[in-house]
Nanobody, 124 residues
Framework: QVQLVESGGGSVQTGGSLNLSCASF????????MAWFRQAPGKEREFVAY????????VYSESAKGRFAISRDNAKDTVYLQMNNLKPEDTAVYFC?????????????????WGRGTQVTVSS
């Protein structure tokens, strides 16, 4: 069983930055595709970014491109999401997700394991 624990959320003003972390416990982190999703109140969960097993390939949503950067440290079983130039529309709960067989997707239902989320609030 894999447990994912997010941290690093908080409240910032427009234009600010946050660096989210997600620590993985159990399973084989280095073999897993790792992703970040987010969910705003009243909205569906949406894809933000994913990173392949050895970090060689990253994919971002249109809203994240150029502002967010996903990275991973396989020695620490941790994935990160550096968020810069934050906007009020980035306000959401951010979730870390794992696909343990290395598959990649924008779809949430592909990911087997999820963290409980960390709140990001951006004020204008």
């Amino acid at each position: 069983q894999v447990q994912l624990v997010e941290s690093g959320g908080g409240s910032v003003q427009t234009g600010g930055s946050l660096n989210l972390s997600c620590a993985s416990f159990g399973g084989s982190f280095s073999r897993s595709t790792m992703a970040w999703f987010r969910q705003a109140p009243g909205k569906e969960r949406e894809f933000v970014a994913y990173i392949t097993r050895f970090g060689g390939y990253t994919v971002y949503s249109e809203s994240a491109k150029g502002r967010f950067a996903i990275s991973r440290d396989n020695a620490k079983d941790t994935v990160y999401l550096q968020m810069n130039n934050l906007k009020p529309e980035d306000t959401a709960v951010y979730f870390c997700a794992s696909e343990p067989y290395g598959g990649t997707s924008f779809r949430a239902d592909v990911y087997s394991y999820w963290g409980r989320g960390t709140q990001v609030t951006v004020s204008s």
